[in-house]
């Protein structure tokens, strides 16, 4: 089971936003389903919630149980309070109690029996979230299994542009397949990784913290190689050192049924789905060409190839039957 509370406010008294539920709609429609259109997140979205109170009720309820994973997606103002920490601003706000404490927050999270708890806010200051106290308060730690990341550092505004949010738009980018790894997972630290390529220094700074011991994916897109082809890696590299002969009997041109110049071992059929496949793994980067600039000049000149060290990783992967 997996389940999301995705809340977007734009309706604050004299102090209006435009952007938040309109990114709190997007993420939600983006997490529902994975890339192939299987169920992913059960997601209740929440707009403009009026409250304070209604608001921390439906933060418990999202992290009571002990479901695989939860996440809490927020998207509006942000306050930072010296005392206090920060918060994240309901519609009813006042001097002095502007919100939801981020502290709160957190300890609802830690004391969930979820599996993993991942919480994403985009709001000013959210970067003060699960930073720890000077006194060492229950919620100094952040406890295991949780994952937070944030649109800007403690001390930062979270820019709106063009009634979006600068984070949540990278967000969307990150989770509709800019972040995935070669096998189509899309993690929390792969959007943060991706998020903090795509802002300079000048910019909002994201913040990710964690505390995990193991993988966890929130959504998966198209790989861009197919398991099957990865588990042939330990068939075509004995070892990792190892390189692979080729020939021109590789490629699949190299034919005297094609109108050009080709030499012998003409193209043959095994050797040219073997082929297919290396240049597969060629495009990823986990297999390179010896002596050649390409994989096509490495067969028709009788050359190698041989794993890189991100081949090497998926190699052991492979050998380890983690794929």
């Not at 992290?63 to 009813?92: K, M, N, Q, R, W």
């Not at 919620?139 to 979270?158: F, H, P, R």
């Not at 397949?177 to 802002?199: E, F, M, V």
Request: charged fraction near 20%; charge should be negative.
């Amino acid at each position: 089971m997996r389940k999301a509370l995705i809340v977007g406010i734009n309706n604050y008294p004299n102090a209006e936003l435009y952007g938040c539920i309109n990114d709190a709609s997007a993420f939600g429609n983006t997490l529902e389903t994975n890339g192939d259109g299987s169920p992913n997140f059960d997601v209740r979205l929440l707009t403009d919630v009026p409250t304070k109170g209604d608001l921390k009720g439906h933060i418990k309820d999202l992290f009571a149980g002990d479901c695989e994973t939860t996440l809490f997606y927020f998207s509006g103002h942000g306050f930072f309070d010296e005392t206090g920490g920060g918060i994240i601003v309901t519609p009813d706000f006042t001097a002095n109690d502007e919100g939801i404490s981020m502290d709160d927050i957190l300890h609802i999270a830690n004391e969930s029996k979820a599996q993993n708890r991942v919480i994403i806010l985009d709001c000013c200051h959210s970067g003060s979230f699960g930073n720890p106290k000077l006194n060492g308060g229950r919620n100094a730690q952040i406890g295991e299994g949780v994952s937070i990341l944030t649109a800007s550092k403690a001390d930062e505004a979270s820019v709106e542009i063009n009634g979006h949010g600068v984070f949540t738009n990278l967000l969307l980018d990150a989770m509709q397949g800019g972040a995935a790894d070669l096998r189509g997972h899309i993690t929390p630290g792969s959007i943060y990784s991706y998020i903090d390529q795509a802002l300079g220094p000048w910019d909002q700074r994201p913040v990710f913290k964690t505390n995990i011991t193991r993988f966890t994916s929130l959504r998966t897109v198209s790989p861009q190689i197919s398991p099957e082809i990865l588990r042939r890696l330990n068939q075509y590299f004995t070892s990792p050192e190892d390189q692979f002969k080729l020939d021109p009997s590789f490629e699949f041109t190299n034919d005297p049924a094609i109108e050009h110049e080709f030499v012998k071992p003409h193209a043959d059929e095994k050797n040219v789905a073997v082929f297919k496949d290396l240049q597969k793994l060629a495009s990823v980067g986990l297999v390179v060409p010896v002596d050649e600039q390409h994989m096509y000049f490495a067969a028709m000149h009788s050359k190698s190839c041989k794993l890189t060290a991100l081949g090497y990783h998926y190699w052991r992967l492979v050998r380890d039957k983690r794929i």
